[in-house]
């Protein structure tokens, strides 16, 4: 009679998920997800073939779980990009690891940094749509100018060098996006 498999596909992704979210995606090693799990690492190899086919699978995990972390955000904000960077920041600020993975790295399984950020919902797509219905003569030139100055205060998060709350944050982002319209 064949033995019973007590360790599932499951049980190892989201072993490996929580790994990833606690220590980083370069602490995803064979050794340390049998220890997170409890049993020897021959479970894993006989439902991945390597670890960078799971490493694909956890990274594709990551995406959906920011896009549903953006997509919870609270949407109070008029103008465009404001809600889109209060949420991207404090996605690095509560999932730090989730965040380098995804948006720190250079393996991005062939997707870009436009890619992750959009998504299935189109979410820069609506945002640059929002800024062109307010009159913004080249919204896609100001989400550029703005995803670069979101992006740069996200990693200041990574390295600790981002202290404002988010009423300094809102606050900032308002004085940006008027800042580069010229207003």
Sequence with gaps: MARKETITKKDIQDAAFDLVCEEGVKNLTA????????CS???IFRVYQNMEELTLEIFEKAKK???DFY?????????????LGLSYI???QKEPFLFQALFLTKERYDNTLYDLLNGSTMTVVKEI????ELGVKDPG????KMWIFIHGSACMVITGDYDL?????KQLLFETYYGFIGK
């Design 90 to 92: 404090s996605f690095a």
């Design 165 to 169: 709350n988010k009423e300094q944050t």
């Design 65 to 67: 779980y920011f896009a």
């Design 129 to 132: 749509n929002k800024a062109k």
């Design 31 to 38: 050794r340390k997800l049998a220890a997170k799990i409890g």
């Design 141 to 144: 030139a100001l989400f550029m």
């Design 41 to 43: 690492t021959q479970p």
């Design 71 to 83: 997509n919870a955000y609270p949407k109070l904000e008029t103008l465009p990009f404001l809600d």
